[in-house]
């Protein structure tokens, strides 16, 4: 059993409110519940984040990301009762209700088995030249620069391993030595780490044609090396699982300002004059989970990118879905954003 009311929410909350639920807490769902406590929906991560796709605003209602139809579980059903339904539904967390439907306690998964560890492959991305960051990379490759007290690539690593992650995969090729030397085979770290070496310039996709010869049969990560984020690994894994798709792709909002007026008009007509208008997209965000069938759509030893894979997914009729990142995310790629990083350091990764 666990407590439980501090994941309770009404629904006239925004659904900023669950966020600060989930993400403070260890149970990773809010509860949506009227006022005496009966069980109106539940929401999670995933929730929210199909319903930022959406167009969701952080500030609307919770309601409008609710599942309002939970999976539940009864109050006098027994623990392997509990237990069975949180397997066959692929639930991490279950809410238990009485005959009237309030909220009497919820159950994780976690209290029915050891802490969760994913045997998932993580392949990091570490054999860039970063001649954007030069002259500081013309005797350090870019994943080993330091951001605060630890290089890029090692506050990656971490990140993973504390999700429960421990199969890793480095690709490298400009000074694959120094890499290789920092991190050897990851006993340092109590995890296992392998590395794939580029003998030529492959893209950001072409080098995941090595792995064929590793036999992966289980969605496998794969992450720029030059990235900083605190998305939830646990999160992403789940969101991929519940889209049954065959690769996902995490975005970043990316925001516009069109510095004119712009102009509506109808053949000779005006229409309406936009003074300055703001235009949002979403941007590939470098972090990505593929299914292993995916490995043989990619050409041996060659030049291939991550964006030609997923055009080819898409041109094949195949799932792809995207992961909306809100979390803390930043893109190493120019001095500016390596001095960037090391500022915000302490607040989010100490």
Excluded at 162 to 190: L, Q
Aim: with cysteine; charged share 25%.
């Amino acid at each position: 059993m666990s407590t439980f009311h501090k994941v309770l929410i009404t629904p006239n909350k925004t659904i900023m409110d669950a966020l600060r639920i989930i993400d403070t807490g260890s149970k990773q769902i809010a509860l949506v519940v009227s006022e005496d406590h009966v069980l109106l929906g539940t929401v999670t991560d995933g929730d929210i984040r199909r319903g930022l796709l959406r167009g969701e605003s952080l500030y609307s209602l919770v309601t409008t990301v609710m599942n309002g139809n939970p999976v539940v579980a009864k109050s006098i059903d027994s623990r392997q009762t509990i237990f069975s339904l949180m397997r066959l539904h692929n639930l991490r967390q279950v809410p238990i209700i009485d005959k009237n439907g309030k909220v009497v306690r919820m159950e994780l998964l976690e209290s029915y088995i050891e802490k969760r560890s994913h045997s998932n492959p993580v392949v990091l991305m570490a054999g860039g030249l970063g001649t954007r960051l030069r002259p500081l990379t013309d005797n350090c490759p870019k994943p080993l620069l330091k951001v605060g007290k630890k290089p890029i690539l090692e506050i990656i690593l971490e990140n993973f391993i504390e999700c429960g992650f421990y199969r890793f995969y480095f690709t490298v090729n400009y000074k694959a030595e120094m890499i290789k030397d920092y991190f050897g085979d990851g006993s340092r770290w109590g995890v296992d780490i392998k590395y794939i070496d580029e003998t030529e310039r492959m893209g950001t996709a072409g080098s995941l044609s090595l792995l064929a010869d590793f036999g992966l049969s289980e969605p496998l990560f794969v992450m720029n090396g030059d990235l900083l984020t605190k998305v939830n690994f646990h999160q992403l894994l789940d969101y991929h699982k519940e889209t049954k798709a065959l690769a996902t792709m995490c975005v970043r909002d990316f925001d516009y300002q069109v510095p004119y007026g712009v102009i509506r008009t109808n053949g000779h007509t005006l229409i309406a004059i936009e003074e300055k208008p703001i235009q949002r997209f979403y941007v590939n965000a470098g972090i990505y989970l593929l299914e292993p069938r995916t490995l043989e759509m990619i050409p041996k030893k060659a030049f291939y990118d991550m964006p030609t894979l997923f055009e080819q997914i898409i041109a094949s009729h195949y799932e792809a879905s995207v992961f909306p990142i809100r979390e803390y995310w930043l893109d190493i790629g120019r001095m500016d954003d390596f001095n960037r990083a090391n500022g915000e350091y302490m607040e989010n990764f100490e």
